[in-house]
Each structure stands twice: as C-alpha cells, then as structure tokens.
C-alpha cells in the first residue's frame, strides 16, 4: 500500500545510493517526500535519482563524504537553502571490513570503521539537530545493526562503531525529547546487499556459514529495513525515541 505519510516533507538519506540506503530513498519518495541522497559515488546517485524521478518523485544527490565535517555542513546548509527544512533523517552511511580477530586489525581499519560508522553519525547528527532545533522538531533514525546490541567474533571494531551508534542515539534523544524531536535507531540483521556480498567473492562458504545463522533461513531485503525507518520517521511512531527495533528474520533472538 503506498500512501502520503511524507507529502511535504524533507527526508535525507545518507549513503541513499546503495542497498538499504537506496531502498529507504525510493520508499521516502513514493510516500511523497523530497529526498536528498547523500554518498560519495555520483553515478550511483544520479542513477537513484532517475529511477525516482521516473516514477514521479522528487530526488537530488548531494556528493558528499561523512569523513569530512565541511562536506556534512555543507550538505545540510545546502538541503536549508533549497529547501527551507529538514524533516526526517536516516544516518546510513557506514563501511564493514573483513572479519578478522581483534589482535590482528591495524589502526587504518579503527580509523577508517569508526571514523564512517561512528564519527560520521555524530556530525551527520550535529548539523542536523541544529536545524531541527531550529525550525521545531523533526525525526532522527541512525543505522545501527545487530552487531550495535551484542556481538561475534571477528567484528569487533565494526560491533564497537555500532554499539558507540547506540550511544549516540540513546543519549540526543534524551537530549532532545522536549524539543519536538525523536531520534531512534534500526539494528538490521544480515541483509542482501554490496556489503553483505563483499566477502563472498573471496570465499565462498562465507555465504551458506551466514545463512546457517538466520533463523527464517534467508537474507533480509533492504526493503525490509526501509518499511521500518519510515515507520520510526512517520507520526504513527509518535512516542517512541531513544529505542531501536531490530529487525533479524529471528536471530539475536
Ligand atoms: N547489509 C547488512 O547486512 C547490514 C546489517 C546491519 C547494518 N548494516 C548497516 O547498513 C548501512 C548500509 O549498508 P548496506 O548494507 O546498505 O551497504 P552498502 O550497499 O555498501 O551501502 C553503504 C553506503 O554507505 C555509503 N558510504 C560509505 N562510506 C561513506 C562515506 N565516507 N561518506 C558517505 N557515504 C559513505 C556508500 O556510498 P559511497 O561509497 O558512494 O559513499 C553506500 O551508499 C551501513 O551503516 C551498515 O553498517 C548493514
């Protein structure tokens, strides 16, 4: 069923032009919203942006690396002047790395992991509340995971990025549940998309081993996480912040 929940409303998607983020801008736009996509490479944007505005939405993609505090100014400045507001946020933008124990990770894989999944949540958060703060309330989902709420072997940076996620959330959303903004978090479990895939190319067990896993026996879809963030982001979840809803076909359970 589609409906008009997002008539009007400004919703930016960051890392909006692939996988899950990909699938919660089309989910926003055909729920009438003006979506801005946020991510570094342009030709996926753009090509996310076509596929919207072929079914009647309205899309633009703003090149931008959550790496670099001037480039998440400059996109939510951008997205205030062209459109006045910001209503809804989804923080997805984020890097895994291949699993490996936590004596051998090196400290480019500490940079590169929590300074994406962590660190670009948090000024992605900061420049957003500013604005949000300042026109009267808007809504906040971070893409946390499962590995944000327990944890495995061999993920431990990746879990410890996901789990500092969880922290952010919890504590802006307490920070701001009087100023007409809530801020939540999705924990997806594993779900069919470019990261999920990557390890699979060099070993091939890695795939069936991480299916064994999954209580429903399959992977997640990305539209399977978008119908969950636009429900956060929509009225119909009015009085839920500083939570997560974990969505694991079963595991975790
Ligand atoms: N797939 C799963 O099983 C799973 C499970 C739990 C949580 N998650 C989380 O879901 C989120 C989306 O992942 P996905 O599975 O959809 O994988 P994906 O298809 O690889 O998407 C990752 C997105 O992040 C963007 N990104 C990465 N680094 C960025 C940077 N420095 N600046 C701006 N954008 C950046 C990428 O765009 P560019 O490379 O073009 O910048 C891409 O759009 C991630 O936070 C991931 O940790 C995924």
Redesign the pocket.
């Known amino acids: 069923m589609i409906t008009n929940r997002f008539q009007d409303k400004v919703a930016l998607v960051?890392?909006?032009?692939?996988?899950?983020?990909?699938?919660t801008a089309i989910a926003f736009a055909r729920e009438g919203a003006k979506v801005v996509i946020?991510?570094?490479?342009?030709n996926?944007?753009n090509k996310v942006v076509d596929e919207i505005k072929s079914e009647g939405g309205e899309a633009v993609f703003i090149k931008?690396?959550?790496?670099?505090p001037h480039?998440v100014e400059n996109l939510i400045q951008t997205i205030i002047s062209h459109y006045g507001r910001l209503d809804c946020a989804f923080n997805?933008?984020?890097?895994?790395a291949p699993m490996k124990r936590l004596l051998n990770t090196t400290i480019e894989e500490w940079d590169l992991m929590v300074?994406?999944?962590l660190k670009?949540v948090w000024l992605c958060m900061k420049y957003e509340l500013l604005e949000m703060i300042k026109h009267g309330g808007g809504v906040i989902v971070n893409?946390?995971?499962?590995?944000?709420l327990g944890s495995a072997e061999g993920i431990s940076i990746?879990s410890a990025s996901?789990h500092g996620v969880m922290g952010l959330t919890r504590a802006a959303a307490l920070e701001n549940a009087r100023k007409n903004i809530r801020i939540n978090a999705?924990?997806?479990?594993?779900?069919?998309?470019?990261?999920?895939e990557?390890p699979w190319a060099y070993n091939t067990k890695i795939k069936d081993s991480t299916l064994s896993m999954v209580p429903m026996k399959r992977?997640?879809k990305?539209e399977e996480?978008a119908g969950a963030v636009l429900w956060m982001c929509s009225d119909e979840a009015s009085f839920m912040t500083g939570k997560e809803m974990v969505i694991s076909g079963g595991q975790t359970v």
């Open positions: 960051t890392g909006g032009n692939s996988g899950i983020g990909r699938a946020a991510a570094r490479r342009e996926l944007g931008t690396d959550v790496l670099q480039d997805n933008a984020g890097v895994s300074n994406t999944n670009g893409n946390s995971s499962m590995a944000g990746y996901k999705v924990c997806p479990g594993f779900i069919h998309t470019p990261m999920l990557e992977f997640g990305p996480i």
